[in-house]
């Protein structure tokens, strides 16, 4: 399943459990009020398990991508990802490999030198993985962050659909 269909998936099952919740508060249905809370509430163990996830593996990541990367590097025959790219990242980035400089096994591009030429003496010494980590680390944190605070907001709503579920038959009609 791709990320669009996941957050598409996601934002469909809110809009059923938000369309449940108003429908069974209005008729007073006990039923559709808990499918609701159902609803909201595997959603929102979904969330926090994305939200623990991303705080747990932040540091395979470099890892990962840096293994990716040097493999890449040392096996052009077999790369899936053209060399123009891994060059542009590695300006972008001001990095050289994807765990570093040794990577390229001593036939250093220009795109690792910051004078733009090739086999400079001074390449940059951070790996592309290091790089791309220490650019999204800031959101990735924030990310989760507001996923924690958002599973909250929901949590709240959760309590007050049950406490509604359970009031609904407590009174009588006039």
Do not use: H
Request: hydrophobic share 45%; glycine share 8%.
């Amino acid at each position: 399943m791709t990320y669009p269909a996941l957050i598409t998936t996601f934002g469909i099952l809110i809009f059923i459990a938000a369309f449940l919740g108003c429908f069974g508060s209005l008729k007073n249905s006990v039923c559709l009020l808990t499918v609701s809370c159902v609803i909201i509430s595997i959603l929102m163990v979904c969330e926090i398990v994305i939200a623990t996830l991303i705080f747990v593996y932040q540091g395979t990541f470099v890892t990962v991508i840096g293994e990716a990367l040097k493999y890449e590097i040392q096996n052009p025959q077999n790369a899936t990802i053209d060399r123009e790219s891994i060059y542009n990242l590695q300006k972008n980035f001001e990095c050289c490999g994807g765990t570093g400089p040794s990577d390229w096994d001593g036939k250093i591009p220009a795109s690792c030198c910051a004078n733009g030429k090739s086999n400079c003496q001074s390449p940059y010494q951070i790996g592309c993985a290091q790089a791309m980590n220490n650019f999204i680390r800031g959101p990735f944190i924030g990310v989760a962050s507001s996923i924690l605070v958002i599973s909250l907001i929901q949590l709240c709503g959760v309590v007050c659909i049950a406490c509604l579920a359970s009031k609904v038959g407590d009174y009588e009609k006039v």
